[in-house]
């Protein structure tokens, strides 16, 4: 058994490798072509729709926005009546919300969405409008594109987060009962689904967030007796910890205890911050190193992270949690995402920090040597601690989700404390990724002193 899942973990890791080369390989093809096709006055020479449409595809996904908007612009200003139209206008908007210039986007995924409707190019720009406005923090707006999402595609590809985002953005609007609306009309749209239990999920945590502990605990108990946490957001554990917080903040100190007692140590996230609750309360919990041995959580690199993470005052043991989580300790991978290296980095991020790490020239291709990108990702990790006041699930959060989406998870957090941020997490990848990699931290404190010694 050992065998063959060594064996495909190798082959797994080639393919990777190999899709990172043939990534990269795309990049500079276009990136050479280009070369060839800018004369001496710099604009780009026009090529066919389709052309411009594929080389801004490349760009896009190797996240080189503005060489990926030249080519979408030049179709827009070109190729009126071509078929790549809709991809052109809703790239343009992509490339600008990825780059966090929401109010520059919305323009492109308004025109893309009214001009396009029928396709999915035009679908998905109505709900990244959307997604837009939530981080404008223009809450009202983003529900009513969410809402119009789910009249005009009721069977859209993004039709269950729609209704879920619409909860959330009203709960952020503080209009409760127009967020609870919705929670019901989930609950009838998508009987018995992970989306139901993720509508009732959002109920929770707007009533935590509120301090209706009665409330939380009737979201809690009805989550409980539908037990359908199967593909949904979120686990029968975390639910279970939600209702033993509310249980103690509405002053039900022992039937709280008990509660906590029922997942305490059972290996999950929640699990271990419950351990941790009943530890500080006086009880006594059985301890357990997540079936954790220095063979699982080893330390290559030891010597360039000790030097980069002391400069930086970061703890060491966290940045082998996130570097183990993000290339199992590989530095030639490369992500569908266009992140390199050990700490999977991606260009524009490096380009903030490259200099303070003493990189000031870099190419993308650097990002794959060791102690570059060490140097580089704990810049990055040291700004997120000061950021987010060293809440290393919001600093995670942060590292896969992006800066905005965190700090308004964190906003909507009350109390700041771990558990409750983590239920906040909005996107399921960011959430399972905080999970891991926390429970990675918790591993290698364990194992480890701060200078990476074994205990």
Not at 103 to 126: M, N, Q, V
Not at 250 to 264: D, F, N, V
Not at 342 to 351: E, I, K, S
């Amino acid at each position: 058994m050992r065998t063959i899942c060594c064996a495909f973990y190798f082959v797994l890791l080639c393919t990777i490798a190999s899709c990172a080369q043939s990534s990269d390989g795309l990049l500079r093809n276009v990136t050479d072509k280009d070369r060839a096709n800018r004369p001496a006055d710099g604009d780009l020479l026009k090529l066919t729709a389709a052309e411009h449409a594929a080389r801004g595809r490349v760009y896009l996904e190797n996240r080189h926005f503005p060489e990926a908007r030249e080519h979408f612009q030049l179709i827009i200003d070109n190729f009126p009546d071509a078929p790549e139209m809709s991809y052109a206008l809703m790239g343009m908007g992509r490339s600008l919300m990825w780059e966090r210039a929401y109010d520059k986007a919305i323009p492109w995924f308004e025109r893309a969405s009214k001009e396009y409707p029928s396709t999915k190019d035009g679908r998905d720009s109505l709900a990244f409008l959307g997604a837009c406005n939530v981080r404008l923090g223009r809450n009202v707006e983003a529900a009513n594109a969410y809402e119009q999402y789910t009249v005009m595609y009721p069977i859209g590809e993004r039709i269950d987060s729609a209704y879920l985002n619409i909860i959330d953005a009203y709960r952020e609007a503080k209009l409760y009962d127009k967020a609870n609306d919705w929670v019901e009309k989930a609950r009838v749209r998508f009987p018995g689904t992970p989306t139901e239990t993720n509508a009732i999920d959002g109920r929770l945590r707007m009533e935590i967030y509120r301090k209706n502990w009665q409330g939380a605990i009737a979201a809690a108990d009805l989550m409980l007796a539908l037990n359908k946490f199967s593909r949904s957001m979120v686990s029968k554990d975390e639910v279970s910890y939600m209702r033993a917080f509310a249980l103690e903040r509405s002053g039900k100190r022992t039937q709280a205890q008990a509660e906590y007692a029922l997942i305490a140590g059972n290996g999950s996230y929640y699990g271990g911050l419950a351990a941790d609750k009943l530890a500080a309360s006086g009880s006594r919990v059985k301890r357990i190193v997540a079936s954790s041995s220095v063979r699982d959580y080893p330390v290559p690199f030891k010597a360039e992270v000790l030097e980069f993470s002391r400069k930086k005052g970061v703890d060491p043991r966290f940045v082998m949690a996130i570097m183990k989580q993000e290339s199992t300790f590989k530095p030639g991978v490369k992500s569908p995402s266009a992140a390199r290296g050990l700490l999977q980095l991606v260009v524009d991020t490096a380009a903030k920090y490259q200099a303070q790490a003493g990189f000031p020239e870099l190419q993308p291709d650097d990002l794959y040597n060791p102690r570059t990108n060490i140097a580089i990702g704990v810049e990055y990790i040291a700004d997120l601690k000061d950021q987010f006041n060293g809440l290393y699930e919001a600093i995670a959060a942060s590292y896969n989700g992006g800066e905005d989406n965190a700090a308004r998870w964190l906003a909507r957090s009350e109390p700041k404390e771990a558990g409750i941020f983590a239920s906040e997490i909005g996107f399921a990848e960011t959430k399972n990724y905080v999970f891991k990699v926390m429970n990675n931290y918790r591993a290698y404190r364990d194992l480890y002193n701060d200078k990476l010694e074994r205990r």
